[in-house]
């Protein structure tokens, strides 16, 4: 017999783009339910039956407006919110155009040095990449 799962499990994408020395951040709106206001990794969920690649292109077009091609497979981890648990995994990307628009799911972008990140605050998506990558 198979027990109920409590909490369910999501899955989600993020890219990691950098710029030479800078990488991508967008800006979570100020009306986000999960942490507003907070800087992170563009990306999202991945819809039932789409593959991990094809979530990430479509979420970085979305987000972003910039077409995207995913390079190797960079952490993941698990992500744990009241109402549900998550995957997360990140990968690096090569960008194929530069026009970037952000979405109204975000207030703004920026190209970040690594050294400057802890002028930010970061999602909580984004901080245990962060902490790990920084690592190396």
């Given at each position: 017999m198979t027990e109920k799962i409590d909490i369910p499990y999501g899955l989600?994408?993020?890219?990691f783009l950098k710029n030479e020395d800078k990488i991508l951040?967008?800006?979570?709106?100020?009306k986000s339910k999960t942490d507003p206001n907070k800087w992170e990794?563009?990306?999202g969920?991945?819809?039932f039956?789409?593959?991990?690649?094809?979530?990430l292109?479509?979420?970085?077009?979305?987000e972003t407006n910039l077409n995207i091609k995913i390079g190797d497979f960079s952490y993941g981890f698990q992500?744990?919110?009241l109402h549900k648990r998550t995957v997360v995994l990140v990968f690096e990307l090569i960008a194929l155009n530069n026009d970037i628009k952000i979405s109204h799911e975000h207030d703004d972008f920026k190209w970040v040095k690594l050294d400057n990140l802890n002028?930010?605050?970061?999602?909580s998506t984004s901080k245990p990449f962060f902490k790990n990558f920084l690592k190396k």
């Open positions: 989600t994408v993020r890219g951040l967008v800006k979570r709106s100020s990794l563009p990306g969920k991945v819809d039956g789409e593959s991990f690649d094809n979530a292109i479509r979420e970085f077009k979305e992500h744990d919110l002028e930010l605050t970061l999602s």
